[in-house]
């Protein structure tokens, strides 16, 4: 080869050496369009959402296919509803991390025990008072026990069956549903009022819901297909499988965890969402157009006046305790049975600047309830008391108490309202266990 002869990236024509750099340069462009698509997506989403909910979401949604309000919850063919461990398998309260058992009670105890010499299991029956309670009060509680001599070298074992929003016979199953599952108890606490006085009346009865049904339960039931609706349902179900496959895209696909991907599925979620509120819509306006169902409401509730509801849902309650009592006689177990207090009763609290101003809606339907329908309680529990069973009357427990107690406009109470309806709780199960150990 000599000096003249020309190199091989001359001979190449100068048409492909424009090419190529023209190709260099739109895909640096595209990466840079990339880049800053990505780089802006990063900036959105944490101005719509936390990045840990969106992720949270999708899992639900991947699961569940469409988070409701009541997603962590499944029905139940006997107590009504439990927490649902696909979901979650714990729940964050009081500091405490507490598992979701296998029963799906949120509690660190596997709910069915036998009895034995070294140990004392103690039921605790009741709503969402009733299970605050056992979590805030569970030191205090053991503590009482402990006072009691026979009891004092023995562990402890406190069996969560309260839920939020269970009222009467939720109690009452729940606890069949243990005993038939083979558990056993030395004590069995029910603490609770509120729910079976104001829930019937406020949600049940507006809604033509039998009174002794759970609550909301015609919401539960709008994931049941009524055969008069399956094609709306059949739209329903398939936007709901449309998301949860979008849902589910994001969490498997490398693609999906970019920042782009991400708003994409957000801002699409919220179009699944809209849908499935529109359809959801239209099933309950044919439902209203044609009144509940038997599977939504159960036999209609049918009372002349107000008083005979209250009535009603006085003696549901009256009836459920009396054979909890007797259940308990029956396994040789100490049945107590508590009212829980409410800001709404008469007189029962001097109220708090801050209570007055957060935590007490006397015009609301529950608290109109609640001053209708305790002092049918308390006459009640009365009548229930005269029949053996160690019924307490806690709803004036508060009463020398002007400090802040309650938290919300409803019934549940802070740490310090907790100590207290603990120590007046357990004041009386300790001096009946005294008692029965004197007897016995």
């Not at 461990?85 to 029963?103: K, Q, Y």
């Not at 357990?426 to 001096?431: H, I, L, S």
Request: one cysteine or more; a negative charge.
């Amino acid at each position: 080869m000599t000096d003249e002869t020309p190199s091989v990236s001359e001979l190449k024509p100068p048409t492909l050496r424009r090419t190529r750099r023209k190709l260099a340069f739109r895909v640096l462009a595209l990466l840079l369009v990339w880049g800053v698509i990505e780089a802006a997506s990063a900036l959105i989403i944490p101005t719509l959402v936390h990045y840990t909910l969106l992720w949270e979401s999708q899992k639900v949604i991947a699961v569940t296919g469409a988070p409701r309000s009541n997603e962590f919850e499944v029905v139940h063919p006997y107590v009504g509803w439990v927490q649902n461990r696909d979901i979650r398998s714990d729940v964050e309260a009081f500091g405490r991390t507490m598992p979701i058992n296998s029963l799906g009670f949120i509690d660190s105890s596997e709910s069915v025990y036998t009895r034995s010499d070294d140990k004392l299991i103690v039921g605790i029956v009741g709503g969402s008072v009733a299970w605050q309670l056992s979590i805030q009060g569970e030191e205090i509680l053991k503590q009482r026990l402990a006072e009691i001599p026979q009891f004092a070298n023995r562990d402890v074992i406190v069996v969560r069956l309260a839920q939020s929003g269970y009222k009467q016979p939720q109690g009452l199953m729940t606890l069949n549903y243990i005993y038939a599952l083979g558990g056993e108890f030395d004590v069995v606490i029910n603490l609770d009022g509120y729910n079976e006085i104001a829930l019937p009346i406020a949600e049940n009865l507006e809604a033509d819901v039998a009174l002794v049904y759970p609550r909301m339960w015609h919401g539960r039931m709008v994931e049941m297909t009524d055969p008069r609706d399956s094609a709306v349902s059949f739209r329903l179900l398939q936007v709901r499988a449309a998301r949860q496959a979008a849902a589910q895209f994001q969490l498997d696909s490398v693609v999906g965890k970019l920042p782009s991907s991400q708003l994409i599925w957000y801002l699409r979620d919220k179009s699944f969402q809209r849908q499935i509120v529109e359809l959801q819509a239209e099933l309950l306006s044919r439902n209203n157009a044609r009144g509940r169902t038997f599977a939504d409401g159960g036999p209609r509730p049918d009372f002349a006046n107000r008083d005979e509801s209250f009535a009603e849902e006085v003696a549901i309650w009256e009836r459920c305790s009396l054979q909890m009592f007797h259940l308990c006689a029956a396994n040789g177990t100490l049945y107590v049975h508590a009212i829980q207090p409410n800001q709404y009763v008469t007189d029962s609290k001097p109220l708090s600047e801050k209570e007055l101003e957060a935590c007490y809606w006397p015009d609301n339907a529950s608290a109109v309830a609640v001053r209708d329908g305790y002092p049918r309680l308390s006459d009640g529990g009365d009548r229930l008391a005269r029949q053996g069973i160690h019924l307490f009357d806690l709803t004036r427990i508060f009463e020398d108490h002007p400090e802040t107690l309650y938290v919300d406009p409803w019934c549940h109470v802070n740490e310090a309202g907790n100590e207290l309806l603990t120590n007046a709780l357990m004041d009386r199960v300790v001096d009946v266990l005294k008692a029965e150990t004197v007897e016995n």
